[in-house]
């Protein structure tokens, strides 16, 4: 869902509020609470470069590093 839509469906909810608040219909369970469709937007989430790295991921890449490093290493010469 995009933004805008996000944000005409937010506004179309506020309006179907205010209908029930005017004409008095009220629900079995209480009155309905709007939700923030806004806050749940894709792009507003935690991701890429802000992600915690988890331990094991670092350990992998430094582990895979020093391989690669003692391949190219002349044994032989030394």
Same mark, same amino acid.
């Given at each position: 869902?995009? +933004?805008? #839509?996000?944000? =005409? =469906?937010?506004? #179309? %909810? !506020? @309006?179907? +509020?205010? @209908? #029930?608040?005017?004409? $008095? ?12 469709? /806004?806050?749940?937007?894709? /792009? /507003? *989430?935690? $991701? $890429?470069?802000?992600? *915690? !790295?988890? %331990?094991? %991921?670092?350990? =992998? *890449? @430094?582990? @895979?590093?020093? =391989? ?9 010469? !030394?």
């Amino acid at each position: 869902m995009s +933004l805008k #839509q996000t944000l =005409k =469906k937010a506004q #179309q %909810i !506020e @309006r179907q +509020l205010e @209908r #029930q608040n005017v004409t $008095g219909v009220q629900h079995s369970l209480g009155t309905v609470k709007a939700r923030n469709y /806004l806050a749940l937007d894709p /792009l /507003l *989430k935690k $991701g $890429g470069i802000h992600e *915690k !790295e988890d %331990i094991d %991921i670092v350990r =992998k *890449k @430094r582990r @895979r590093e020093t =391989k690669q490093q003692l391949r190219q290493t002349d044994w032989l010469s !030394e």
